[in-house]
């Protein structure tokens, strides 16, 4: 997108979680008494901060969680995917670590 002969990006940026929830329950038995018990339980999330212009182009950043540090990574990958543009937009929702941006360097 050109405004005035300049690039202009205009970025849709959310975040969202996948979260893998895993147990495992054996049991064995011998002469129907048990002899042994084995359960497994394995729970793991990650955030994922995504965005999307409106020529959609599509950037991903995964992390362990969601943080200030994280979306502020997040935003170096947009400033270097976006490098040569003038100007970049970025669409955020009301989440506290997207308000703490404001104050820092980008």
């Known amino acids: 997108m050109e405004k005035r002969g300049l690039k202009v990006a205009i970025l849709f940026e959310d975040e969202w979680f996948v979260e ?6 054996r049991a064995w038995a011998r002469e129907k008494k ?4 084995c359960w497994v339980s394995k729970n793991d999330k990650i955030a994922v901060f995504g965005s ?4 959609g182009l599509v950037i991903l950043h ?18 270097e ?3 040569n543009y003038y100007v970049i937009y970025i669409i955020l929702d009301n ?3 997207h308000t703490v941006v404001r104050n820092l360097p980008i």
């Not at 999307?52 to 020529?55: A, L």
């Not at 995964?62 to 400033?79: G, H, L, P």
């Open 20 to 25: 893998l929830r895993i147990r495992l329950r």
């Open 34 to 37: 048990l002899t042994a018990r």
């Open 52 to 55: 999307v212009d409106v020529e």
């Open 62 to 79: 995964t992390a362990k969680t969601a943080n200030t540090n994280e979306f502020q990574a997040w935003v170096t990958k947009a400033r």
């Open 81 to 83: 995917t976006y490098n």
């Open 95 to 97: 989440v506290s670590y």
